[in-house]
């Protein structure tokens, strides 16, 4: 019979570094969230961020904007981002991580196609990448109807939103269902790949 070969220590592949499945602090980076006041936002999205504070994986520098048609400041959008967090968040509540995570949200103000509000998208981003450290990392999550998506795409890419600059990263973070035929996913894909 032939030797076997000697026992070597079995590689457990979860404890790779380069396994994305760990658990670890994320990067320096911001989100751009679109469609703050609807219900996959209220429901999944702030409460799910809380949680990745309170687990202690989002870096002290994370930002969130949110953009709507809404008046609101940037306390009122922090109000209403504690609203839901207490009422939807999947770990315990606590005071000192929510003060921590709120000292980065920031609400901008205006309509998919309102050149203006972009324009002051674009400077707060700027603004919380030397306040907030983010460093040119966004990612922009299009809690909205698919049917503005191209809108919002855009003018990110009209507003140099997209583009990120040297080191850093920008993403567009989309909702499926996308699309509602292998027709319309492709539209939407192409609108998107534009950008």
């Known amino acids: 019979l ?11 592949p979860l404890r790779d ?31 799910a961020i809380y949680d990745l504070a309170n687990r202690g994986l ?12 809404r008046d609101w400041a940037d306390q009122d959008f922090a109000q209403i981002v504690h609203e839901s967090v207490k009422q939807y968040a999947r770990t315990e509540f606590r005071e000192e991580v929510w003060r921590q995570l709120a000292e980065g949200f920031r609400f901008v103000p205006g309509d998919f196609n309102d050149d203006a509000a972009f324009d002051q998208l674009r400077r707060t981003i700027e603004e919380l990448d030397e306040a907030r450290g983010t460093d040119g990392n966004h990612a922009f999550y299009l ?17 140099g939103l997209a583009e990120p600059r040297a080191g850093a990263w920008r993403r567009v973070v989309v909702e499926k269902p996308f699309g509602h035929d292998l027709e319309s996913a492709r539209q939407l894909n192409d609108i998107l790949g534009q950008v």
């Open 2 to 12: 032939p030797e076997a070969p000697p026992m070597t220590d079995p590689v457990n």
């Open 17 to 47: 570094p380069e396994d994305r499945r760990l658990p670890r602090i994320a990067g320096p980076c911001g989100m751009v969230l679109f469609g703050v006041t609807g219900d996959l936002s209220r429901k999944k999205i702030m409460p």
């Open 58 to 69: 989002l870096p002290p520098g994370f930002s969130l904007v949110g953009f709507a048609r």
């Open 143 to 159: 809690a909205i109807p698919p049917s503005f998506f191209g809108d919002v795409a855009d003018q990110l890419k009209e507003h």
